[in-house]
Nanobody, 121 residues
Framework: VQLQASGGGSVQAGGSLRLSCVAS????????MAWHRQAPGKQRELVGS???????IYADSVKGRFTISRDNAKNTVYLQMKSLNAEDTAVYYC????????????????WGQGTQVTVSS
């Protein structure tokens, strides 16, 4: 399984970005997917997750600003980010959940390569 993340970049505070993560294989819809992020000197943290059925969970720090979605026909999970601030600066990683049809998301083995998001104030 390969996960290819894209869409990062540099943006001013208050701006928006949309991240994409395309997965290989033909079983994408069976798995929950998630976005994590890691800022310099900090641990990787879960940003948001979405089950195969579309149930979503967000970190408190991004609720109301970020939206996770998926297009199973395109094997793609998205992260729409709005009202960005400097604390959102990090490398963002997509991850496939640990098992198919497993309900809630738990981190799995496969990670994307990461895409850098830099927010300047």
């Amino acid at each position: 399984v390969q996960l290819q993340a894209s869409g990062g970049g540099s943006v001013q505070a208050g701006g928006s970005l949309r991240l994409s993560c395309v997965a290989s294989g033909n079983d994408f819809s069976m798995y929950a997917m998630a976005w994590h992020r890691q800022a310099p000197g900090k641990q990787r943290e879960l940003v948001g997750s979405i089950t195969g059925g579309g149930s979503k969970i967000y970190a408190d720090s991004v609720k109301g600003r970020f939206t996770i979605s998926r297009d199973n026909a395109k094997n793609t999970v998205y992260l729409q980010m709005k009202s960005l601030n400097a604390e959102d600066t990090a490398v963002y990683y997509c991850n496939r959940g640990h098992a198919p049809y497993s309900g809630p998301y738990y981190p799995g083995f496969y990670w994307g390569q990461g895409t850098q998001v830099t927010v300047s104030s």
